[in-house]
């Protein structure tokens, strides 16, 4: 009845979906099985074959929606009326922390699971959007500098990336002051600030 429930209503592909982040954030994204996915979404073990070939490929699907949201919360942290450039451009870093400590299991599968990006047009498209707002709001810090000395934006995405990625691996898992006295979104943000200073893109 679960079955047919879920083809009736046209949503037991994102049962799956939500059924596998909720199973990587508990066990990881190599410890579970597509039949465990298919109990959790109260689905039969050959029900999800009729959506994903295999196993990789329902991280994958779960990875491109991660990557979806991930990017919506990048844009609206960027966008939503931030006094200055630097301010917005801080706000993303909350909003990186923020997605992994809220949707755990679609930011390891994103970040953690293997998957290859290279060949699979949807993720990478997903994936380059997320990219895009932090080349964006690089190339807007960097506005009012003399084009010859601006650093290259594709750079500065990627170290930032990079950094608030560390910081959630590092410093956001588990339980809270353990690793660090200091709260991770403060460690981000001097992080950030420093590296920026570094770069020239704001005063000192």
Known sequence: ??????????????????????????????????????????????????????????????????FLEFADRLEVAFDDGAPTVLTAFLRMGQAYLDFAGERPGFYMAMFESGISIAGKSELSAASDRAQGVLLRAADALASRMPKD???PSRMVANHVWALSHGVVELFSRGKPGGRSSVEPSEMLESGVIIYLRGLGLIPN
């Open 1 to 66: 009845m679960a079955e047919r429930r879920s083809y009736h209503h046209g949503n037991l592909r994102q049962a799956l979906v939500d059924a596998t982040a909720a199973l990587i954030e508990e066990l990881g994204p190599q410890a579970f099985t597509m039949s465990e996915a298919a109990r959790r979404a109260g689905v039969s073990a050959a029900a999800p074959y009729r959506h994903f070939r295999g196993r990789d490929d329902l991280i994958e699907e779960v990875a491109r929606q991660g």
């Open 149 to 151: 000395r601006r650093p």
